[in-house]
């Protein structure tokens, strides 16, 4: 069973910076997607990045140029590093995971191909989330 957990949440200010971990276990096969995604109160979850040993990164528009993602096989650990945080990025912050074949498959045909992130329901396996809050 895939398990993942996230961690490097906390409060920032306005233009500051925070790196998010997500720790997995479990991804048996060599191929598979990682992403993160968030939930603001009252909003919908939705993708910010997403990472792929075959397809490589992606981001949402909101925040390219100031996220980045990457990943260390060795520790079996996924990263966000957020730069240049804005209120408006308040928000649960969660890690996901998808590994069967076929779901990949319609994640690159679908989503990949326009270079986008995949949305939340398009993977199965999630952590509990950590919260980050951007506030002065």
């Known amino acids: 069973e895939v398990q993942l957990v996230e961690s490097g949440g906390g409060l920032v200010q306005p233009g500051g910076s925070l790196r998010l971990s997500c720790a997995h276990s479990?991804?048996?096969?060599?191929?598979?997607?990682i992403g993160w995604f968030r939930q603001a109160p009252g909003k919908e979850r939705e993708g910010v990045s997403c990472?792929?040993?075959?397809?490589?990164?992606y981001y949402a528009d909101s925040v390219k140029g100031r996220f980045t993602i990457s990943s260390d096989n060795a520790k079996n650990t996924v990263y966000l590093q957020m730069n240049s945080l804005k209120p408006e990025d308040t928000a649960v912050y969660f890690c996901?995971?998808?590994?069967?074949?076929?779901?990949?498959?319609?994640?690159?045909?679908?989503?990949?191909?326009?270079?986008?992130?995949?949305?939340?329901?398009?993977?199965?396996?999630w952590g509990q989330g950590t919260q980050v809050t951007v506030s002065s």
């Open positions: 996901a995971a998808e590994t069967d074949p076929i779901k990949l498959a319609v994640i690159r045909e679908v989503t990949f191909a326009l270079s986008r992130v995949p949305p939340p329901a398009a993977l199965d396996y």
């Open positions: 479990g991804v048996t096969s060599d191929d598979y997607i």
């Open positions: 990472i792929s040993n075959r397809d490589g990164t």
